[in-house]
């Protein structure tokens, strides 16, 4: 199934001015949706790093200077990429545009780019959401949930016909990442414990994450614990929710919570799945905001010590916008979150209910469909 992803509209406006670098998951889409701007452009070219003909072509810097659109893909795994790319788009033809595609690593632009400021936008690439399911595949919105907490949103199992295909590809895809993407990106060896941390993170979704304990079990330091989810953080696979601590009154607990970019990867119960979906597209939201609007957009989590929680925060410039509760069926909202909405007055607060009979207002917190809620999110 051919589906426009929803960066590409805003990726072929950004092409006619600056260089776009397209980032994200392994799988996510990105080399689709290269592929695809292509036909907008007159002689196009896509050029991937991993293709020998390709490489001698990017080496000798011998793409046609008549290509409307030039595709760079895996160009990291080149030496000096960076210094390359530079020259590549300072050289180019007039009128060119240039495309790049990578993983994670490619986001060293932010934190250490400055040879290509003002030269290019950044995307962050992310799988389907149930605002993008209904927007390019006009699916309801409660059926985009349920396929997401079935499947995951990475397009190929949440777009196969069967289930079982489903299943198949993510067995594949997580022993890859670890085996090939992981040991590429970090060069470690102890490929076995890295996976032993895998299979503990995804059993813990949802909970608070404790380096120190983690690297007990697992009988490695905490640095090299801490060590492993940087890198699964730098390469798309999870992504940590930091407690909010501006402005609470009670002391909050550090400890962040992790989540995977693929929901499919949680074992855990409905709950925790669904948790992790929300997760993954305020995560989206936040980006496609940060990316598109230059807003400082940030998730976050509630927790003190007496553990109680609000699932998630939504802040913008360090002021929090949103509180939002996940639940599977439960209406009742709870003491803390009546006070927490009191206490951030400013905010939108809302318990999104998978399973809900009829939405309603308690207080100051709207009670809420979430398949409902989530299809309203920018992304």
Not at 62 to 73: E, I, K, M, N
Not at 143 to 169: C, T, V, Y
Not at 253 to 270: N, P
Not at 319 to 327: P, Q, S
């Amino acid at each position: 199934m051919d589906v426009q992803r929803y960066l590409a509209t805003r990726i072929r406006a950004d092409l006619a001015h600056k260089l776009v670098i397209l980032t994200g998951p392994r799988q996510a889409g990105k080399t689709t949706l290269a592929r695809q701007l292509l036909a907008d452009f007159p002689r196009a070219q896509y050029l991937n790093w991993d293709v020998p003909q390709d490489r001698e072509i990017i080496a000798s810097g011998a793409w046609s200077p008549r290509a409307g659109l030039v595709v760079f893909d895996e160009i990291h795994k080149m030496r000096d990429w960076k210094a390359f790319l530079k020259g590549a788009w300072d050289g180019r033809s007039p009128g060119q545009a240039m495309l790049v595609t990578g993983s994670a690593r490619m986001e060293t632009f932010r934190q250490g780019g400055e040879s290509l400021a003002g030269r290019y936008f950044s995307w962050r690439l992310h799988p389907f959401s149930v605002r993008e399911a209904v927007d390019s595949l006009a699916m309801a919105p409660a059926a985009a949930l349920d396929r997401l907490l079935e499947r995951g949103g990475f397009p190929e199992p949440f777009l196969a016909a069967e289930i079982q295909a489903a299943e198949r590809w993510r067995s594949q895809y997580a022993t890859d990442l670890i085996r090939e993407d992981v040991f590429e990106f970090s060069r470690i060896h102890e490929i076995r414990n890295l996976q032993l941390f895998v299979e503990l993170l995804r059993e813990r979704v949802g909970s608070p994450i404790k380096i120190s304990s983690l690297a007990q079990m697992l009988q490695i330091s905490p640095t090299t614990a801490t060590r492993y989810l940087e890198i699964l953080e730098a390469l798309y696979i999870v992504f940590r929710v930091t407690p909010w601590h501006r402005d609470v009154a009670r002391s909050i607990l550090k400890e962040s919570k992790v989540y995977f970019f693929d929901t499919g990867m949680v074992r855990g119960d409905t709950g925790a799945r669904l948790e992790n979906a929300v997760a993954s597209m305020l995560l989206k939201h936040a980006h496609y905001r940060q990316d598109g609007e230059g807003k400082a957009v940030t998730l976050h989590t509630i927790r003190d010590k007496e553990h109680h929680e609000i699932d998630f925060v939504l802040a913008e410039d360090n002021v929090v916008t949103d509180l939002i509760e996940v639940k599977q069926t439960d209406t009742a909202v709870s003491p803390f979150f009546h006070r927490m909405a009191e206490r951030f007055s400013q905010a939108r607060a809302v318990q999104i209910v998978a399973e809900l009979r009829q939405e309603s207002q308690r207080g100051k917190v709207a009670v809420v469909s979430a398949a409902e809620w989530l299809a309203g999110l920018q992304a």
